[in-house]
């Protein structure tokens, strides 16, 4: 027998989303902060490097004579592309930082380096107080529902903020992913003003067909893979720059995107994100699975090519065409964060399309 409906506690769990939308918002501004500010002294670190090689290389000429025609070699040599001085490389770049007080780049283990940056420990510590203020609305709207949060488009969108703000917290602990912060909070706001605006369900019962013990465990599963593939989204997508950034470099241009070198490399945010791709793939096949169990209990048949049935599949279908590609087929770099990126699409078209214009079994947004 379902519990009463309390809605005080309803009250409160919207007071407590707004709170953390505006925690959220406060700390997606320190995080962009963080990279502003740590662009700037990049470059500063980059002229001074520079300079240094300049002022070495003119005291070496002064001491060594110079045959004819060798001055203009040696200004070639120390002229990059349209006669800019030639940019130090990352390592000396990092090595530079690390002595000069700078701000040290991310290594490919994405480590926490020695150098403490003032603005990201605050965005940090905001997207900590901002999660405490999430789960809050979480739980009340549990307490006042009397079930688990997640039984229409609103909670389900709530409570996946919730879990992919704190799964990035979580990672922060092991690995410097400080640089996802404003893709990963800036996608909480997004997903929180969404559930406010365009999704919003007052508190209230579950439908006869959802109320079973498989809202649990099904939905649950769904709701942890969704934020795993959150975060390996802002991951593709970000290797994506990366990767055009260092073949613009490589190729002699200007390092217009100075922040990116807080980023590990393309390569580096790939093999991360191929690992949790993996894990969450699990989970979603474990969605699959016991979503069907359950369709088996509530309508007689483990499937019927409802539309939900079949978009559910094909995330699955994509994850697995880019698990095996990259694994066995060599489909790496931008081939494979492309694919990364239309999986996600694929979640976000089964959640929001799928979910409020296809009508079948599967129809319970709330709206």
């Not at 694929?346 to 129809?363: A, E």
Request: aromatic fraction near 12%; glycine fraction near 10%; hydrophobic fraction near 55%.
């Amino acid at each position: 027998m379902p519990f009463g409906i309390n809605e005080t506690m309803g009250q409160y769990s919207e007071l407590f989303m707004l709170l953390a939308a505006g925690t959220y918002t406060v700390a997606f501004i320190a995080f962009a902060w963080d990279l502003a500010k740590s662009s700037k002294a990049l470059r500063a670190i980059d002229l001074k490097a520079a300079q240094a090689g300049l002022d070495g290389h003119a005291r070496e000429a002064a001491k060594v004579p110079v045959a004819a025609g060798a001055g203009e070699r040696a200004e070639t040599h120390l002229a990059g592309p349209a006669g800019r001085a030639e940019r130090p490389s990352s390592s000396t770049a990092r090595t530079a930082g690390a002595g000069a007080g700078g701000v040290a780049t991310a290594d490919a283990d994405m480590r926490y380096a020695a150098e403490r940056r003032a603005p990201a420990r605050v965005a940090v510590a905001l997207t900590v107080l901002g999660a405490l203020i999430h789960g809050a609305g979480v739980v009340t709207r549990a307490l006042g529902a009397g079930r688990v949060p997640w039984g229409n488009m609103y909670e389900f969108l709530t409570t996946g903020a919730f879990v992919a703000v704190a799964v990035f917290l979580l990672v922060l602990v092991r690995r410097d992913l400080r640089f996802l912060g404003t893709f990963v909070v800036g996608l909480a706001i997004i997903m929180l003003v969404a559930a406010s605006v365009a999704y919003w369900t007052p508190v209230g019962h579950l439908v006869p067909a959802l109320q079973s013990y498989w809202l649990i465990i099904h939905v649950s599963i769904a709701v942890l893979s969704s934020a795993l593939f959150t975060l390996t989204f802002a991951m593709s997508a970000l290797q994506l720059v990366q990767s055009h950034r260092q073949k613009s470099v490589a190729a002699g241009g200007a390092d217009k995107l100075g922040f990116m070198r807080l980023v590990p490399s393309a390569l580096s945010l790939e093999n991360l994100s191929y690992r949790i791709n993996a894990i969450a793939f699990i989970g979603w096949t474990f969605t699959l699975m016991f979503g069907a169990i359950w369709a088996e209990k509530a309508w007689g048949r483990f499937w019927g090519w409802d539309t939900k049935e079949v978009w559910t599949f094909v995330i699955w279908v994509v994850y697995a065409g880019y698990l095996h590609a990259r694994a066995t087929r060599g489909w790496t770099g931008t081939r494979a964060a492309w694919l990364s990126i239309v999986g996600y699409l694929c979640v976000i078209f089964n959640f929001t399309i799928v979910n409020q214009f296809f009508n079948g079994l599967h129809s319970y947004s709330g709206l």
